[in-house]
């Protein structure tokens, strides 16, 4: 089974600087997906940036980036330029596509709590 | 476009009596996942359903749990005689084929779920 692990129960950062929040996974699949969701008070669920595993570009979309290594098995999330908008709790995700014999429900970490500051 | 849609946003039920969630998913979407949120964890897949066929339900509690998709109407998540332990936010996700590598899965606002 597949796990994905946050280690970062919450981080902090001043408006207008760059955080990297954490995020390591375990499979055996060569192909998967993997997910960044942002979480804010409000609860709803948001889908910030998804990775495919056989790509070797990392994923950006706009202040957001990741850092994927999969021989490490590790997929960090980049903040630029934070916005008091994006304190919210942020969860990694794992996702085994249909074409690996999954059914393609998220698997997801525990979640870090990213407050941006003033 | 309507989003996913939830009900009720917030459930309060006594101990013993029976919670019904309801989703409908995003127009054109077929495919709808739900998931529970316990306090202070990360989302936990529960079922994954089609239009009257339960595809994965590896995560549903073997007991009290029962999740429905019928041809016409709304998702439902089922669950009997609730304990203080099901109290958690219940979040639905829809999908329109099931590949939600490409298509990613859109999220209700959850239903949260009090159990007194």
């Known amino acids: 089974a597949q796990t994905v692990t946050q280690s970062q129960p919450e981080m902090s950062v001043q408006e207008a600087e760059t955080v990297t929040l954490s995020c390591t996974y375990d499979?055996?699949?060569?192909?998967?997906?993997l997910f960044w969701y942002k979480q804010p008070p409000s609860r709803q669920m948001i889908l910030v940036i998804r990775?495919?595993?056989?790509?070797?570009q990392n994923a950006t979309e706009n202040r957001f980036s990741v850092n994927f290594q999969k021989a490490a098995k590790s997929f960090s999330l980049k903040i630029s330029d934070s916005q008091l908008g994006d304190t919210a709790m942020y969860f990694c995700?794992?996702?085994?596509?249909?074409?690996?014999?999954?059914?393609?429900?998220?698997?997801f970490g525990k979640g870090t709590k990213l407050t941006v500051n003033p | 476009n309507a989003g996913v849609m939830q009900n009720p946003r917030h459930l309060v039920r006594r101990r013993g009596q029976e919670a019904r969630l309801r989703c409908s998913p995003m127009?054109?979407?077929?495919?709808v996942y739900w998931y529970r949120q316990l306090p202070e964890e990360g989302l936990k897949f529960m079922v994954y359903?089609?239009?009257?066929?339960?595809?994965?339900e590896s995560g549903m509690p073997k007991e009290r749990f029962s999740a429905e998709f019928p041809k016409e109407g709304p998702s439902i998540l089922r669950i009997q005689q609730v304990v203080r332990g099901d109290s958690a936010a219940y979040f639905c996700?829809?999908?329109?084929?099931?590949?939600?590598?490409?298509?990613?899965?859109?999220f209700g606002d959850g239903t949260r779920l009090s159990i007194l």
């Open positions: 995700a794992f996702m085994k596509p249909l074409t690996q014999g999954g059914s393609e429900k998220l698997v």
């Open positions: 127009k054109g979407h077929s495919h």
């Open positions: 990775q495919e595993a056989y790509k070797q």
């Open positions: 499979t055996s699949e060569n192909n998967y997906y």
């Open positions: 359903l089609q239009k009257e066929n339960i595809i994965d």
């Open positions: 996700a829809s999908s329109p084929s099931g590949r939600g590598s490409n298509q990613p899965q859109h």
